[in-house]
């Protein structure tokens, strides 16, 4: 049923990513999706492709899940984020990542919007709203990125969450077992995850919002 929509924003992720030569690795899920903007993006812009870390990617959920569905604490007068200690305390393990493989975050993109639209749209209409947003992605420290979505018990609002760390990709963010936790809901990177059926009914009601290219109002917050 919601095949089409998918589809055709997967021939556009792919107009995209050829044009850029990127590695081409979209599976099913909004958060690798995401990953493949922000690669794309770089590389037109003359910096390193990311290595896509699922440990790291898991962590940007528990960092969205931290919001507890707040959108007013992602950005503006009453901006909030999650103690550093979260990383080693909640997140990690939550994660099943090494506490000891941790690595420094060299930057956040944190967006959340009462609709669900496509990775696509959240990069350019909710992450990318700024200056400071462009800086953040196009940094040359980072050598790593863990994606994330998630709706607040499925539905809305819709908080996308996009880590970057300058780790050692085999090195850092080290998942016990060598296997991400999957947790719903929500979908991250990196994890090979098959996560489209976590927004059916959402992508198919909202598609033809997209496919006039809604204007979409959110809040962004670049760290
Ligand atoms: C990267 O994305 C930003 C925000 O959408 C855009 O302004 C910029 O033109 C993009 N850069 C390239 C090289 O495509
Ligand atoms: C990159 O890392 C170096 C060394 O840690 C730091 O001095 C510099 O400010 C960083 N650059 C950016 C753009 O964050
Ligand atoms: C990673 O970034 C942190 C914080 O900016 C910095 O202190 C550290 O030296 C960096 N590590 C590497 C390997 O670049
Ligand atoms: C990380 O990967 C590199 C290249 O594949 C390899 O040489 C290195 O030994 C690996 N390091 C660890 C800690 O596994």
């Not at 899920?29 to 003359?46: C, E, F, G, H």
Request: hydrophobic content about 40%; some cysteine; charged content about 15%.
């Amino acid at each position: 049923m919601s095949g089409l929509p998918w589809l055709l924003s997967l021939s556009l992720l792919f107009t995209i990513s050829v044009s850029a030569d990127v590695q081409l690795k979209v599976t099913n899920n909004p958060a690798d999706q995401l990953v493949d903007v922000v690669n794309s993006n770089r590389t037109a812009s003359k910096r390193s492709s990311l290595h896509d870390n699922p440990g790291l990617a898991c962590i940007a959920l528990q960092y969205i899940k931290a919001y507890q569905g707040d959108c007013g604490a992602v950005g503006g007068a009453k901006a909030k984020k999650p103690p550093e200690a979260d990383f080693a305390e909640i997140f990690a393990p939550n994660c099943g990542v090494q506490t000891s493989t941790l690595s420094p975050i060299t930057g956040r993109l944190l967006g959340c919007e009462t609709k669900y639209v496509s990775p696509s749209t959240a990069f350019s209409e909710i992450l990318m709203q700024n200056e400071k947003s462009i800086e953040i992605l196009t940094d040359k420290n980072h050598t790593e990125v863990g994606a994330a979505v998630s709706g607040s018990d499925g539905g809305s609002p819709y908080f996308w969450c996009v880590l970057f760390s300058n780790g050692t990709s085999n090195s850092s963010f080290v998942l016990e077992g060598g296997v991400a936790k999957i947790s719903r809901p929500g979908c991250f990177s990196g994890a090979n995850d098959d996560c489209s059926s976590a927004y059916p009914s959402q992508v198919h009601r909202l598609w033809p919002f997209v496919a006039s290219g809604l204007v979409v109002l959110g809040y962004a917050f670049g760290l």
